[in-house]
Nanobody
């Protein structure tokens, strides 16, 4: 099992920045895919960005350029740096981990951290 705990959300003004963190209960060097998802009010949860254990990154179109995903394997923590925030960035941000567990992939979610951006 992998326990994921997000932090760093808050209420900010448009144009400001936030850094979200996702702390894992186990060695994330063994977790191949780690991702951030967002769920905006009234919408389905959507992928924001993914980072592999060797640092390869992939961003959804809306995240490209303003969001940066990173991970610190030594600290078992993944980050999402949000810049130039807009009201439409408001939502819950969730950490997801995908780990190979001998014969199958294991999938894990955190409980999320809330971001609210005012205009």
């Amino acid at each position: 099992q992998v326990s994921l705990t997000e932090s760093g959300g808050g209420f900010v003004q448009a144009g400001e920045s936030l850094r979200l963190s996702c702390a894992a209960s186990s060695n994330i060097a063994l977790i191949y895919y780690m991702s951030w998802y967002r769920q905006s009010p009234g919408k389905q949860r959507e992928l924001v960005a993914t980072i592999t254990s060797d640092g390869l990154t992939n961003y959804t179109d809306f995240a490209e350029g303003r969001y940066t995903i990173s991970r610190d394997n030594a600290k078992n923590t993944m980050f999402l740096h949000l810049r130039s925030l807009k009201p439409e960035d408001t939502g819950g941000y969730f950490c997801h981990a995908q780990r190979w567990e001998r014969t199958r992939w294991g999938y894990y979610w955190g409980r999320g951290t809330q971001v609210a951006v005012s205009s």
